[in-house]
């Protein structure tokens, strides 16, 4: 997919913590349930610091809730790509990665 450098976080919180060590990714993807700190929340907080890459949305729960979660983070004003449906495909990642280009 070229895609060069991968970091990977189980919550928000380490989400968060790995943004704070390195330059911020070009893409997120989020997924909306996580524990400690769900999709949600890293939302408002990518907000809060400005986050400047794309945000891809990822989750397994129903269609209603990540519609939600979307209006949120178009609300906040972050550059969403869109979302994918667990399981998630290579077909839709790619899919969602060429608005990038």
């Known amino acids: 997919m ?4 991968v970091a990977t ?3 928000g919180i380490e989400a968060l913590a790995h943004l704070v060590k ?3 990714p070009d893409v997120m ?3 909306i349930i996580m524990p400690e700190m769900g999709g ?4 408002r907080h990518l907000a809060e610091r400005n986050y400047p890459g794309a945000i891809i949305l990822v989750s397994g729960t ?3 809730t990540i519609a939600v979660a979307e209006s949120l983070a178009n609300y906040r004003e972050l550059n969403v790509l869109g979302h994918i449906v667990k ?3 290579a077909n839709a990642l ?3 990665l060429a608005k990038l280009e």
């Open 2 to 5: 070229g895609v060069t450098d």
């Open 9 to 11: 976080a189980n919550n």
């Open 22 to 24: 390195s330059t911020p």
């Open 29 to 31: 993807l989020v997924d």
């Open 40 to 43: 949600p929340e890293l939302l």
């Open 62 to 64: 129903h269609k209603d």
């Open 87 to 89: 399981p998630m495909t």
């Open 94 to 96: 790619n899919g969602l």
